[in-house]
């Protein structure tokens, strides 16, 4: 069996620490804490469960915090994670026989981010490495860090089977400004040094898109987008969805289609159909954008959960109303699960066919 470590920073966190590491202690891996300057009682509820607690001076760098995290742990194998991040589900016996099928590899988990859209909670899944050898690894970048290898060398991933909610998106607005200019003012400082311009302008498109400022989100994600992208790369999947998006919000809808080009790498994965069947509909193409939707509920792949059902079933109803064929769209409508928008429009057109 190989041991691992559990390593979390935290600041100002009392709110959440009772329960995200309760659900950790039930499993057998040592616990350590670094507090950068909590205020509140975080680190009175920590020392309730964690096998090494320590302090560590804030310095604007999220890296720093984490390597000293790391270098606290008794053992070499380590599993990071964040607080507003809650252990959902665990196969230990299947993790550990990855573990040892790949000892100079990151493991992935499955992250489910929770955010309000659509009048409802909205998930959207991305996998991020959290599991490695501190022999191996270590994190790099102020903000939104990345883990990399010591010796430079290419490395790769797998997934191993642990999933967590994640809900550092479901903020108050006064919350959610001082998280927004806090990680601004890193990545504006970090964009001068940092050799990754490409991922820290995506990140400041990020943080702008957050703020509902669609336009600078827009300038941010179009230098990002200058670099060479890679569809095996999961955030250049998250900066083409997000810059079609800023191009539509800012009425950019010719220049969205060019979009159209990436098709080749990036149409495998639902969320980029979705997208392209929306930039179809604002250049009034609603038949392109219909079979760009029937092609999204063909695919496996999704990030945002829904994109390869509700989503586009959604939108095929939406568009077979628009055509005029009602009773089409009700049939689609209501292919729709849990889904606030559709329940509206069943009802609406259910009253208008006499449908019960």
Not at 118 to 129: G, R, S
């Amino acid at each position: 069996m190989l041991p691992i470590s559990v390593c979390i920073i935290t600041k100002n966190e009392a709110d959440k620490m009772e329960k995200f590491l309760s659900k950790i202690r039930a499993y057998d891996w040592e616990i350590v804490v670094v507090d950068t300057g909590s205020t509140d009682g975080t680190r009175e509820i920590a020392e309730k469960y964690a096998d090494i607690l320590a302090d560590f001076e804030w310095i604007q760098d999220f890296s720093a915090a984490r390597n000293y995290s790391i270098s606290l742990a008794s053992n070499e194998f380590i599993l990071v994670l964040d607080c507003d991040e809650f252990l959902v589900d665990a196969d230990i016996e299947q993790m550990l026989q990855l573990m040892q099928e790949n000892p100079e590899k990151m493991g992935c988990l499955a992250r489910i981010n929770h955010y309000e859209a659509n009048q409802m909670d909205t998930l959207y899944v991305d996998y991020v490495e959290r599991l490695f050898s501190k022999k191996l690894f270590h994190y790099e970048g102020p903000i939104h860090e990345q883990l990399v290898p010591f010796d430079g060398i290419s490395y790769l991933y797998y997934q191993f089977p642990l999933s967590v909610d994640h809900y550092g998106y479901l903020l108050s607005d006064e919350e959610m400004d001082a998280k927004v200019k806090r990680n601004l003012d890193i990545l504006t400082a970090d964009l001068e040094k940092n050799p990754d311009k490409q991922y820290v302008y995506f990140q400041i498109g990020q943080c702008h898109n957050t703020r509902k400022d669609y336009g600078k989100a827009y300038e941010a994600y179009h230098k990002s987008i200058q670099y060479p992208l890679d569809p095996t790369c999961e955030y250049h999947h998250m900066l083409i969805i997000a810059y079609g998006y800023s191009m539509l919000y800012t009425n950019r809808f010719k220049e969205a289609m060019k979009l159209l080009d990436y098709s080749q790498d990036f149409g495998f994965v639902a969320d980029f159909h979705c997208l392209m069947g929306d930039i179809y509909l604002r250049n009034n193409y609603p038949l392109k954008a219909l079979m760009e939707y029937i092609q999204a509920s063909t695919c496996e792949k999704q990030f945002l959960i829904g994109a390869n059902s509700n989503i586009p079933a959604y939108n095929i109803g939406f568009v077979n109303e628009l055509l005029g064929d009602k009773k089409t769209a009700l049939m689609h409508y209501k292919r729709c699960r849990d889904f606030p928008m559709a329940d509206k429009k069943i009802k609406e057109l259910s009253r208008v066919l006499g449908d019960s």
